[in-house]
Each structure stands twice: as C-alpha cells, then as structure tokens.
T-cell receptor
C-alpha cells in the first residue's frame, strides 16, 4: 500500500503558466516533505522541502504548500519554463528521520 | 568532488546470473541507500546503511544483498537475477538524519533476460 501517492502520472502546461503538482500521503506520522526533480538518464535532484510546522515554503519560482488536515501537499511552479520539463517526485520522511518514502512521480511537460 | 557515482551505467544479465552494483560517494556521508525505479512505482527503497559495517532492509529487499565495508562504498548484489529485477537502480547518500536531502547517483539500468 503506497503511503505517498501522486495521482497524476503526467501534466502538460504552456510556458509562462502555472504548474501545479499534487501529492497525497496516508501516514500522519510523516513530518517532513521533499520534492525532487528528475531528468532522463540522471539521478533525482532535490528541489524544495517543507516541515510539517509550516504550511508554505517558497524558493524563487517554486512554492510548496502543505495541508496537514487533508494530508496533501502541492508544488507550484510559476512561471513554468520548458527547462522545467521533467519527472517530479514527492517524498516524505519517516518517524526515525532516516528514510524517505517516494511517490510514483508526475511527468511535467512545459510547451513553448 | 564527484558526488555519488555508480558503476556500471548499463548491464544486461541472463536469468540466474549474478552481479554487483557499486556505489561510491566522496562527501563523507554516513547514510547510504539503494533504490529501484519502475514505471509508475516511483523510487522504492531496497536496502540502506546508517554507517560503515551496518545495513538494514528497506521496502523491497528480497533477492538483493548489500555490504558497506568502507564508509564511502555501498554495494548491491544480485545472487541469482530474475526478470522482475529489470529496473533502474539508484544509489543515494546523506550526511545526517533527519534526512532533509539525499544526493543521488546517475543510476544503473539493468535488464534481466
């Protein structure tokens, strides 16, 4: 049973518009969440994170929102650029803080 | 500073053959991880290590063994490869817990025929 789910396998947006990637989790003990970005033939790279004591974290064009009551987080990219086209994984940290559980990923395609 | 490197990049095995994947990191990280990535399944943890000489099972450990004889290296072994182990394997490391970021290698694409 997947504890972290990304229900949209793919998303296509126009350059300059907002991209919204969603992630849901079931384990209420998760208290730290991360987003990773992955290009083809490369390993994932860290993008942005959020602690459960916050509901928003912003870094340039990237903002992560956390709704603890709904067990839902989202990544907003504004404005979207063609270079943002990649697979995005959300991940949650376990209780012991030594492991991450990843979602299945969402492939984002930003069209010029 | 090479970060996390993985050897080999590609490999094709026949069912029943064995092989070892090597992960090396030069960042003096204590914690190292092996994941497999399959379409729609994301990254699933196979085994991990919290320090030299220690290993622990992750989510999908069956069919794999690991060793961490040196701090900078984490080896993943397949004793008798099966087609179900066809996947892309990623190694990652982190300096401390709680894990606020993991650094990943470029991956090894393994095909088992």
């Amino acid at each position: 049973d997947q504890q972290v789910k990304q229900n949209s396998p793919s998303l296509s947006v126009q350059e300059g518009r907002i991209s919204i990637l969603n992630c849901d989790y079931t384990n209420s003990m998760f208290d730290y969440f991360l987003w990773y970005k992955k290009y083809p033939a490369e390993g994932p790279t860290f993008l942005i994170s959020i602690s459960s004591i916050k509901d928003k974290n912003e870094d340039g064009r990237f903002t992560v929102f956390l709704n603890k009551s709904a067990k839902h987080l989202s990544l907003h990219i504004v404005p979207s650029q063609p270079g943002d086209s990649a697979v995005y994984f959300c991940a949650a940290m376990n209780n012991a803080g030594n492991m991450l559980t990843f979602g299945g990923g969402t492939r984002l395609m930003v069209k010029p | 500073n090479a970060g996390v490197t993985q050897t080999p990049k590609f490999r094709v095995l026949k069912t029943g053959q064995s092989m070892t994947l090597l992960c090396a990191q030069d960042m003096n990280h204590e914690y190292m991880y092996w994941y497999r990535q399959d379409p729609g399944m994301g990254l699933r943890l196979i085994h991990y290590s919290v320090g030299e000489g220690t290993t622990a099972k992750g989510e999908v450990p069956d069919g794999y063994n690991v060793s961490r004889l040196k701090k900078q290296n984490f080896l993943l072994g397949l004793e008798s490869a099966a087609p179900s182990q066809t996947s892309v394997y990623f190694c990652a490391s982190t300096i401390q817990v709680p894990v606020h970021e993991q650094f990943f290698g470029p991956g090894t694409r393994l095909t088992v025929l």
